[in-house]
């Protein structure tokens, strides 16, 4: 199968005034709570599982939203191949990567 094609992210997508909210996470940490000292990084199903994308999906939405939520090594991996995150803006909790995008 194509890598491009392969469902591997979460991809939730909200209406918030004028905004396009974008929360997306790798699939195999949906519902996991990661944490380093005092950070706390958790991965809700309720606010990231929405529906099973595979990559080209996931590019299409990234482009799309205005606010843009991520979480995973792919996702965030992703995002800055594309150009959206800079790896400088990228923190990671126990090694997860998570990144926050707002449009202008």
């Known amino acids: 199968m194509d890598k ?3 469902k591997k992210f979460y991809a939730k997508v909200y209406y918030v005034s004028n905004e396009i909210l974008l929360a997306c996470c790798d699939k195999d940490i949906c519902g ?3 944490e ?3 950070i706390v990084l958790n991965v809700k199903e ?3 599982k929405g529906t099973l994308i595979n990559e080209e999906e996931a590019i299409r939405l990234l482009n799309e939203a205005t606010i843009i939520n991520i979480v ?3 996702i965030v991996s992703l995002a800055i191949k594309i150009g959206l995150v800079d790896k400088e803006n990228v923190i990671e909790v126990q090694n997860i990567p998570h990144a926050q995008v707002f449009k202008i």
Do not use: I, S, T
Request: hydrophobic share 25%; charged share 45%; net charge positive.
């Open 4 to 6: 491009k094609l392969k």
């Open 32 to 34: 996991k709570v990661f």
């Open 36 to 38: 380093n000292n005092d």
């Open 46 to 48: 309720e606010f990231y």
């Open 72 to 74: 995973g090594k792919e």
